[in-house]
C-alpha cells in the first residue's frame, strides 16, 4: 500500500497552470525521485505536500487519509516532513536546540510545567535530550551538540536539517536537493546516510535532485516531471533511456 | 569533578536576598531617601516592562510599539478594582494586580489574533494604533476620571512589592525561554517557515508569547497606578513605549541580563541628566537608528549572565590547579 | 442630501489619507518595509511649507514646489542614510522596523526643538468658496483635494507603467536579486521610490495644511496610522487601492463624526483596520502573496 499518494493534483497560479495531474505514490521504505529541468515544478510540488500552497484540484493521501487543507505544521505532526532547497536552520540556536526544536510537539509537559521546572519537566527535557543526541550520532554532528548552527560548515548545516527533519519521527521525508554544493565525496556519504536513514528509521524518502548519478544510484522508482506534468515513471533504467525524458533534458526533439 | 547543579541557583537566591535587605534597610533608616526609593520603584517597573518587552520582540522577534498601551489598560484595571472591589486592601491589592494583568491579556488576545494568524509585520502597527486608541478610549468612557484622570488610588506599592514582582517576572521569563515552549518561541523568530514545517504550530505560539509580554505589562501597570496614585492617560503614551523598546534594544534583543541592565541604565540616567530632557527623545531616536545600524543585536547580544557558567569556570580552574601541583 | 454632503466632505479628507496611503504602498511593494516615518514626513512637508509662506513669505507655488522637493529629497536622503545598508546586507524585518520607528521618532523631536511643540497656525493658501452643484454645496477645497488626489493617482500610474524607472520599480518589487542581475540599479530604485513617495506626501500636506489650518510636530502620527489603514484597507501595493481605501477611510470618518461620535473616529479607523486583517487580510485589490521557499 502506499504511504504518499496525490490523484490529479494541481496548482495554477493566477493562468499559469505550475502543475496539472500528478499523480504519484511511494510505498513503505521506498526511495523515490522527482526530477526534472529547472521549472518543471518540482519544488512546487514540495510545496503543495506540505500546505505551502493550496492545490487547486486533486488530492493528497498520506496513508489513505487526505492531508489537503491542513496547516503545515499539522502535515508535519501527521508524518510528512521535508528539507528546504535553500538550508532553513535555526541560525542563533545551538545544533541540538535545532533537533530539540522539531520534537516539540511531540512533549506533552505545559508551560506552567516548563516555567516550574515540575518533574514532568524535567523527565521529558532529559528524554528530549537523550533522543536529540542519538539523532545527532546517526550525523555524526554530537560533537557539535552546542555549536551555533550558523557556525557549522555547509554540508554540516545540510545534514542538520536532515537530522531536524527526521526529528519529527516522519513517515515520509521530502528532500530538497539535498546535495547541492556538495563535492563528490559529501555526496557519496550523502548516498550512504539516505540509505541508513531509511533503514533505520523505516521511512519512505520522496528526494528532488539536480544529480543524475546520485538520483539513479539510490531511487528505486523516480517521476520525471516537465512544463508541470509527470512525463515519466519507472526504475533508474526505465528512466534512462525513456526517449521523452531525454528530450526534456536536451529540449526539442 | 563533578558540578553540583543546584548550587549556582542557591547562589543566585543569596544574591537577590542580600540585595533586598541591604536596599530595605537602607530605605527604612532613611538613607535611601523617599524620592530615591521612588526612582528604586521605577527601576523595578521598568524591569518589568523591558523583559517582558523582549519576550515579545526580543524572542519572538515581533515588534510591538504599544507595550505602554497594555500598562495603562492593566493600571487603569488594578486601580479601578482596589478602589471599588471593598474587599481589604491587602487582599485586594494582589488580585488587583492580577485583574490587571488578565485585562492586558484580553486586549493582547483582541490586538494579538487578527495580526499574528499572518506573516508580516501587522503587530508592529496594530500595536502602535492600540497605543494611540487606548487613550481615546480611556477618555471616551464614563468610569476612568477622563481626561482629569484617575486620582484616589491607595499607595500601596511598596519596594518589597516591586522587587518580589520585579524577580518574579525575570525569573518566570528566564525559565519559560529555556522551556520546550522557549524554543518554540525562538524558532519562530530564527525562521518562521522552518519552524511550522518543524511542526511547531507557529499562531500559538506567537499568541502565547504576545500575551505573556502584555500580561507583565499589565501588571507593571498596576504597579505604577499604586506607586504614583494618580493616573494620566497621557502618560501611557507612544513616547513611553518607545523608552521601553528601547530598553530592549540597546540590552540586546534575546538577552534578559541586558533588558535588566538598561532598565536600570536607562531609568537611573535622565534622573541624573535633567538638563538635556528636551533633547532626550531624539538622542534615543538617534541611539535606536545607530544600533540598527552598527549592532543590531544590541550592547549584549543574546549573552546572559550566568552564575553557572562562572562556577564552572572557577572550579574548573581549582581542578587544574589541584592537577598541576 | 446631508449624507452626500458628508460623504463628499469624507472624499475630500481621504484624498490627503490618500496621497499618504500612496507613499506607504509604494515602499511597501518595493521593500515590504511599513516605513513608519512616512506619516511623519507629511509633518515635514507642512512645517517647510509654514516656514516658505508664513516665515519666508514667498509665493504659494514656490512655497508648494519647496516643500514637495524637499520632502522628495529628504526621503532620498533618509533611505540612503538610515535603510540601504540595511537592506543591502539583507537585515532580519525587525532591524528596519525599528529603525523606521527611530527615524519617526527623530523627526517628530527634531521638529519639536525647532519649532516647539505648540501648534503653529497656516493662512488659507487657495481660494475657498462653496460651489452649488445641484442641490448641493460643496467647497472648492474639497474638490481641489479629491481633483488632484485623482491626478496624482493617474500620474503614478503611468510613472510606474509607461517609463523605464517605472519597469526598474516592478522588477525590484516582483525580485530584487534577479532584477540586479538583469543591470538594474536596485539601490538607486529603491532610493526613487522613496524619494516619489515622500514628495506626494508633501502634496498631501499641503492639502493637510489647507484643509486644516494647524500643524503640529506630532501631526504625522496619527495621520500616518491612518494612511497605513488605508494602504491595507486598499491592498498593499496597488496604487488604486491604496486611493479607495483612503476614500473609505475618510467617509467612514466623515459620517461617524457625523453621527456624533467623533470622540472615536480614530477608534473606528483601528477597528476597521482589524476587521481587514480578521476577513480579508490581502485588502481590495491586494495580491495574496506567500513568500517563496
Known amino acids: 500500500?502506499?504511504?504518499?499518494?496525490?490523484?490529479?493534483?494541481?496548482?495554477?497560479?493566477?493562468?499559469?497552470?505550475?502543475?496539472?495531474?500528478?499523480?504519484?505514490?511511494?510505498?513503505?521504505?521506498?526511495?523515490?525521485?522527482?526530477?526534472?529541468?529547472?521549472g518543471a515544478g518540482k519544488t512546487t510540488m514540495f510545496n503543495l505536500l506540505t500546505d505551502v500552497y493550496v492545490p487547486t484540484e486533486g488530492s493528497i493521501e498520506l496513508e489513505g487519509k487526505s492531508i489537503v487543507g491542513k496547516k503545515t505544521y499539522q502535515i508535519t505532526q501527521n508524518g510528512i516532513s521535508r528539507t528546504f532547497q535553500n538550508i532553513r536552520l535555526f541560525k542563533d540556536v545551538s545544533v541540538i536546540d535545532n533537533v530539540k526544536i522539531a520534537m516539540n510537539f511531540q512533549m506533552k509537559y505545559s508551560v506552567l510545567s516548563g516555567i516550574f521546572r515540575t518533574p514532568a519537566y524535567r523527565r521529558e527535557e532529559k528524554e528530549v535530550e537523550a533522543r536529540a543526541l542519538d539523532l545527532l550520532k546517526v550525523f555524526h554532528l554530537d560533537s557539535k551538540a552546542d555549536d551555533m548552527a550558523k557556525n557549522l560548515p555547509y554540508g554540516q548545516q545540510r545534514k542538520l536539517e536532515i537530522a531536524r527533519a527526521l526529528a519529527t519521527n516522519p513517515k515520509v521525508l521530502l528532500l530538497d536537493e539535498p546535495a547541492a554544493g556538495m563535492n563528490p565525496t559529501e555526496t557519496r556519504e550523502l548516498m550512504e546516510t539516505i540509505q541508513l536513514i531509511r533503514d533505520r528509521f523505516e521511512i519512505s524518502i520522496l528526494l528532488i535532485e539536480h544529480d543524475m548519478s546520485f538520483v539513479m544510484g539510490i531511487c528505486e522508482h523516480i517521476f520525471v516531471l516537465d512544463y508541470g506534468k509527470i512525463i515519466a515513471e519507472g526504475s533508474a533504467e526505465e528512466i534512462r533511456n525513456n526517449p521523452k525524458v531525454i528530450a526534456a533534458y536536451l529540449g526539442g526533439e | 569533578m563533578k558540578t553540583k547543579k543546584w548550587i549556582p541557583n542557591v547562589i543566585i537566591l543569596v544574591l537577590v536576598l542580600a540585595l533586598y535587605v541591604v536596599l530595605s534597610v537602607l530605605i527604612s533608616a532613611n538613607i535611601i531617601n523617599p524620592y530615591y526609593s521612588g526612582i528604586l520603584t521605577m527601576v523595578c517597573i521598568n524591569v518589568i516592562l523591558a523583559v517582558s518587552l523582549n519576550l515579545a520582540t526580543g524572542f519572538l522577534g515581533q515588534l510591538v510599539l504599544g507595550h505602554a498601551g497594555f500598562m495603562s489598560v492593566g493600571a487603569y484595571a488594578a486601580s479601578l478594582f482596589t478602589m471599588y472591589s471593598g474587599l481589604p486592601q491587602i487582599i485586594s491589592f494582589p488580585i488587583a494586580l492580577l485583574v490587571g494583568g488578565l485585562v492586558a491579556v484580553v486586549f493582547g488576545v483582541i490586538i494579538g489574533v487578527p495580526a499574528l494568524r499572518l506573516k508580516g509585520d501587522y503587530l508592529a502597527i496594530l500595536t502602535l494604533g492600540f497605543g494611540e486608541i487606548i487613550r481615546v478610549l480611556i477618555l471616551a468612557v464614563p468610569f476612568t476620571g477622563g481626561a482629569a484622570g484617575l486620582s484616589g488610588i491607595p499607595l500601596l506599592t511598596t519596594f518589597t512589592y516591586v522587587f518580589i514582582l520585579a524577580i518574579l517576572t525575570v525569573g518566570i521569563i528566564f525559565a519559560f525561554i529555556h522551556s520546550r515552549h522557549g524554543r518554540a518561541v525562538i524558532a519562530i523568530r530564527e525562521d518562521e517557515i522552518a519552524a511550522e514545517a518543524a511542526g511547531i504550530n507557529t499562531t500559538y505560539y506567537k499568541l502565547l508569547a504576545f500575551v505573556m509580554a502584555a500580561f507583565f505589562a499589565g501588571v507593571a501597570g498596576g504597579l505604577y497606578a499604586h506607586h504614583i496614585g494618580v493616573l494620566d492617560p497621557g502618560k501611557f503614551n507612544f513616547n513611553y513605549s518607545v523608552e521601553i523598546l528601547i530598553m530592549v534594544v540597546l540590552g540586546g534583543m534575546g538577552s534578559i541580563t541586558g533588558s535588566v541592565i538598561a532598565a536600570v541604565v536607562l531609568t537611573l540616567l535622565p534622573e541624573?541628566?535633567?538638563?538635556?530632557?528636551?533633547?532626550?527623545?531624539?538622542?534615543?531616536?538617534?541611539?535606536?537608528?545607530?544600533?540598527?545600524?552598527?549592532?543590531?543585536?544590541?550592547?549584549?547580544?543574546?549573552?546572559?549572565f550566568s552564575i553557572a557558567r562562572i562556577f564552572k569556570r572557577l572550579t574548573h580552574k581549582k581542578a587544574d590547579a589541584e592537577k598541576e601541583a | 442630501?446631508?449624507?452626500?454632503?458628508?460623504?463628499?466632505?469624507?472624499?475630500?479628507?481621504?484624498?490627503?489619507?490618500?496621497?499618504?496611503?500612496?507613499?506607504?504602498?509604494?515602499?511597501?511593494?518595493?521593500?515590504?518595509?511599513?516605513?513608519?516615518?512616512?506619516?511623519?514626513?507629511?509633518?515635514?512637508?507642512?512645517?517647510?511649507?509654514?516656514?516658505?509662506?508664513?516665515?519666508?513669505?514667498?509665493?504659494?507655488?514656490?512655497?508648494?514646489?519647496?516643500?514637495?522637493?524637499?520632502?522628495?529629497?529628504?526621503?532620498?536622503?533618509?533611505?540612503k542614510l538610515a535603510y540601504s545598508r540595511l537592506l543591502k546586507k539583507g537585515a532580519p524585518r525587525i532591524s528596519l522596523l525599528i529603525t523606521a520607528i527611530g527615524v519617526s521618532i527623530f523627526l517628530q523631536n527634531l521638529s519639536q526643538l525647532l519649532f516647539s511643540s505648540s501648534a503653529k497656525s497656516m493662512p488659507a493658501m487657495f481660494p475657498n468658496g462653496m460651489l452649488e452643484l445641484g442641490a448641493l454645496q460643496v467647497s472648492s477645497n474639497t474638490l481641489l483635494n479629491i481633483g488632484t488626489s485623482i491626478v496624482m493617482m493617474i500620474a503614478l500610474q503611468l510613472l510606474v507603467n509607461k517609463t523605464k524607472i517605472g519597469k526598474a520599480m516592478r522588477a525590484t518589487s516582483e525580485d530584487a536579486g534577479a532584477a540586479k542581475l538583469m543591470g538594474i540599479s536596485t539601490?538607486?530604485?529603491?532610493?526613487?521610490?522613496?524619494?516619489?513617495?515622500?514628495?506626494?506626501?508633501?502634496?498631501?500636506?499641503?492639502?493637510?495644511?489647507?484643509?486644516?489650518?494647524?500643524?503640529?510636530?506630532?501631526?504625522?502620527?496619527?495621520?500616518g496610522l491612518k494612511a497605513f489603514v488605508a494602504a491595507v484597507l486598499g491592498g498593499i501595493g496597488s496604487i488604486p487601492g491604496a486611493m479607495l481605501g483612503g476614500y473609505i477611510l475618510g467617509v467612514a470618518e466623515s459620517l461617524t463624526t457625523a453621527a456624533g461620535g467623533s470622540q472615536i473616529t480614530d477608534a473606528i479607523v483601528f477597528g476597521i483596520l482589524i476587521l481587514v486583517l480578521l476577513v480579508k487580510p490581502a485588502g481590495l485589490f491586494g495580491k495574496n502573496t506567500r513568500e517563496k521557499v
Open chain 2, 272 to 304: 541624573a541628566l535633567r538638563g538635556f530632557s528636551e533633547y532626550r527623545m531624539l538622542i534615543y531616536s538617534i541611539i535606536l537608528i545607530c544600533v540598527m545600524l552598527f549592532k543590531p543585536s544590541g550592547l549584549l547580544g543574546q549573552y546572559e
Open chain 3, 1 to 79: 442630501m446631508d449624507i452626500l454632503a458628508q460623504v463628499l466632505n469624507g472624499l475630500g479628507i481621504g484624498s490627503i489619507y490618500a496621497l499618504v496611503a500612496l507613499g506607504y504602498s509604494m515602499v511597501y511593494g518595493i521593500v515590504q518595509l511599513i516605513n513608519f516615518a512616512h506619516g511623519d514626513i507629511i509633518m515635514v512637508g507642512a512645517y517647510v511649507t509654514y516656514v516658505g509662506l508664513v516665515m519666508a513669505g514667498v509665493p504659494l507655488w514656490a512655497a508648494v514646489l519647496i516643500s514637495i522637493l524637499f520632502c522628495g529629497i529628504a526621503g532620498v536622503l533618509i533611505e
Open chain 1, 1 to 38: 500500500m502506499a504511504v504518499l499518494e496525490t490523484k490529479n493534483l494541481g496548482i495554477a497560479f493566477g493562468g499559469l497552470r505550475a502543475l496539472e495531474d500528478v499523480q504519484i505514490s511511494i510505498g513503505e521504505r521506498e526511495i523515490v525521485g522527482l526530477i526534472g529541468p529547472n
Open chain 3, 187 to 223: 539601490s538607486s530604485t529603491i532610493a526613487f521610490t522613496f524619494g516619489v513617495g515622500s514628495a506626494l506626501a508633501a502634496v498631501g500636506a499641503v492639502l493637510y495644511c489647507n484643509t486644516f489650518h494647524q500643524i503640529t510636530p506630532y501631526m504625522g502620527g496619527m495621520l
